[in-house]
């Protein structure tokens, strides 16, 4: 039988992710609250339906791809929920960067009604979910992610399990931070640089070719920043929620972690010049406005 694949959140990522899904020849059905993301989801192969409970409980394989945690809860907890229409042997796959504690706490729940819940974030942006070549960090039992496999295999290019529920999203909350703080660390390096008269391009390729190179030289940078596009598809509001949450994961274990929590302080602080939805490699803008803006 084949399996039906269910996407709750048809925005930047979820549309992509099941686009790429129905393009590979999978039965899947798509729920937004936007009619223009339903639309659109629908000129790709994706079923639109306009009714939260009944894909819900027509599904195989459900993926969500919600803002934050809370929203997470809602849908799997709250009235009308997965947690009452979803039909025992259901898969929920969370692609949302939400936390561990959330996590857990609907695996729990869900796992009563004999939903099993899986947490895989996911990395790669738009293109990446469009494409179908994302990276997956999960958390999930080994029974579990062995059923979903055939669809997270078709929707991904690299699948990383980490550990058990949660694990997934304590991976993504320290590649975030980590991504947050290569974008102002290498911007102040090409700022550096320029200063002293090194093309900001000849020394992108000088850093990656040596042990200073990361995902911020490697990709954002060359795709986002030194042409000055900054359209990646993923905003400074995002952004900040999820550096906001490898602050609150170091909090709550009571960990001293200076630059992390710098890191924290100067995302915090852009929302003073920049907006959530612009896009998140503009930070860099707050180092060098001449070197980094638009206008120049």
């Not at 690299?158 to 304590?170: E, F, Q, S």
Request: one cysteine or more; proline letters at 3%.
């Amino acid at each position: 039988m084949a399996i039906k694949v269910g996407v709750i959140g048809l925005g930047n990522m979820g549309g992509g992710m099941a686009a790429t899904l129905a393009r590979k020849g999978f039965n899947v059905s798509g729920f937004d609250l936007s009619e223009a993301a339903l639309s659109a989801a629908e000129a790709k192969g994706v079923k639109p339906v306009r009714d939260r409970a009944a894909l819900i409980s027509s599904v195989d394989i459900l993926i969500l791809s919600l803002p934050k945690a809370q929203h997470v809860e809602a849908v799997c907890l709250s009235a009308g929920g997965i947690i009452e229409l979803g039909v025992e042997g259901l898969i929920v796959v969370d692609t949302t960067t939400s936390t561990p504690e959330a996590s857990r706490r609907v695996a729990a729940q869900l796992k009563a009604k004999g939903i099993a819940f899986i947490d895989a974030p996911v990395s790669g942006g738009p293109k990446g979910a469009a494409t179908g070549t994302m990276s997956m960090v999960i958390g999930a039992h080994e029974a579990d992610l062995a059923r979903a496999m055939p669809v997270l295999e078709n929707m991904s290019g690299v699948r990383i399990h980490v550990g058990d529920v949660g694990a997934g999203n304590v991976a993504k909350i320290a590649n975030n931070m980590l991504a947050a703080c290569h974008l102002i660390s290498t911007a102040e390096a090409i700022s550096m640089a320029a200063h002293a008269g090194v093309d900001p391009t000849k020394l992108i390729e000088g850093l990656n070719a040596g042990s200073g190179r990361s995902g911020a030289t490697q990709v954002m940078f060359p795709t986002w920043v030194l042409n000055k596009a900054y359209d990646s598809g993923f905003t400074m509001g995002l952004m900040r929620k999820d550096v906001g949450l490898a602050k609150d994961l170091s909090d709550a274990m009571d960990l001293d972690l200076p630059l992390s929590r710098k890191v924290a302080e100067l995302w915090k602080d852009s929302s003073e010049t920049l907006a959530d939805d612009e896009d998140f490699c503009a930070i860099v803008q707050r180092t060098n406005a001449k070197l980094y803006g638009r206008g120049e």
